[in-house]
């Protein structure tokens, strides 16, 4: 496929259609879009001429969107690839960390191998954006940092990334904080850190860390927080004091917090506000087995949240199939949200807020402009690809065609 070309035929979302004043589908037409050197520089309607003289690639009617960002992976932590691993879950976050090395240093496959099976799969299912966590404990050390960044170099030109250097053992209680420095000198753009309670055991010492971290070297920041209740709540509070204090409003997201779902409507209001104030973000993962931070309430109240796979069949949990789609069904199962606009409007947790049409059922995605990082689908508009998870023909990174097939 060359630099320039035109998409034909494809379907775009154009408005909301409505019975009075409710919402009862939506409407879309057949366009034709210029791609040149991974920019949408024009849209026509497909009844109007196109330049001739330009490569022209039939979209047959399929359904445009935006590709995924998948917010939240383990890239180094998956079993694909091999034989099936029976997972044992052990009492405490602490043991089952030690179950999992023992477990990973078993395997036959390497790290790399393992994560290329796993990008692999995840750009098969429309995701062109990946953050992923990489453990950091001193009993690996930086392997498998420098095995996941050898893995992403397998992709360069297909997608792009972030990685999160992640002391899955502790910060404090594996006194990881150098290493984890040097992970983010050897190409890891983000401090994470896990549970300052109940892991690190040091709320304050825990958190200042992080921070100290992340102004040293310019980082952001990423948190996971299983701790539950008004302790959770409490280390969000702590977090967010921090964030103000140094000024890194807009670079911090804590995933999972599950304690936002577990106190009354109104504190998780004033948490909601205190999070909008902080700049802090929520990417949340859907486990089956937890309460879920109150997702519809904090897009309400304007807190960032996103969408992420995490376990993705590890030695945590035996499920996963790194499909944003099908996880943002699940979402939208979860809190009932059930009618075409709130389907319509869902797309936007997996792709960092983008979505076909605003909240008055104007375009918003694709306009003149927009980076061609796109997702062919077989659906008819967003919501049916939402609920129905529909299959993905498709999948273009800067305007090139990583996968799928699609034929002129």
């Not at 992923?132 to 095995?147: F, Q, R």
């Not at 109104?266 to 909601?272: C, K, L, N, Y």
């Not at 309400?300 to 993705?312: F, H, L, M, T, Y």
């Not at 797309?347 to 909240?359: E, F, Q, R, S, V």
Request: aromatic content about 6%; some cysteine; glycine content about 8%.
């Amino acid at each position: 496929m060359q630099q320039e070309y035109w998409l034909m035929n494809v379907l775009l979302e154009k408005s909301y259609e409505k019975d009075r004043s409710v919402i009862v589908g939506t409407t879309t037409e057949l366009c034709h879009l210029h791609i040149k050197e991974g920019i949408i520089v024009n849209i026509l309607s497909a009844d109007q001429p196109v330049d001739s003289n330009i490569e022209k690639i039939d979209g047959k009617m399929k359904l445009l969107m935006p590709s995924f960002i998948e917010k939240h992976v383990h890239l180094d932590k998956t079993f694909l690839g091999g034989p099936w691993v029976a997972v044992k879950q052990e009492e405490s976050i602490i043991d089952q960390c030690k179950l999992e090395h023992n477990r990973l240093i078993a395997l036959t496959m390497t790290t790399e191998e393992r994560a290329i099976v796993l990008l692999d799969k995840l750009l098969q299912n429309g995701s062109t954006h990946v953050r992923t966590h990489v453990d950091i404990y001193p009993e690996v050390g930086l392997e498998n940092i420098v095995e996941v960044m050898q893995a992403l170099t397998h992709f360069s030109g297909r997608l792009s990334y972030e990685v999160v250097a992640f002391p899955q053992h502790g910060l404090v209680r594996k006194k990881a904080k150098s290493m984890v420095r040097d992970a983010l000198r050897l190409g890891a753009g983000i401090v994470g850190g896990v549970d300052p309670a109940s892991v690190d055991g040091n709320i304050e010492e825990s958190l200042f860390q992080m921070m100290d971290l992340a102004v040293e070297t310019n980082a952001e920041i990423d948190l996971h927080l299983h701790d539950s209740d008004y302790l959770g709540i409490y280390t969000m509070k702590r977090l967010a004091a921090f964030t103000m204090d140094a000024g890194w409003q807009g670079r911090v997201n804590i995933s999972h917090a599950f304690a936002l779902g577990q106190i009354p409507l109104t504190e998780a209001e004033e948490m909601a506000d205190l999070l909008v104030e902080a700049g802090i973000s929520i990417t949340t993962a859907l486990q089956h087995n937890v309460t879920l931070p109150p997702v519809p309430l904090l897009k309400e109240k304007g807190v960032r949240v996103a969408v992420g796979s995490d376990n993705i069949y590890d030695a945590w949990r035996p499920f996963g199939n790194g499909d944003l789609l099908e996880r943002v069904g699940r979402l939208t199962n979860r809190f009932h949200l059930l009618d075409e606009y709130s389907l319509d409007q869902s797309l936007g947790y997996i792709t960092n807020g983008i979505t076909l049409l605003d909240k008055e059922g104007n375009r918003m995605w694709p306009i003149q402009g927009s980076e061609a990082n796109m997702v062919l689908v077989e659906a008819g508009c967003v919501a049916e690809a939402i609920a129905r998870r529909v299959k993905r023909i498709a999948v273009f990174f800067q305007g090139k065609l990583v996968a799928g097939t699609i034929h002129g």
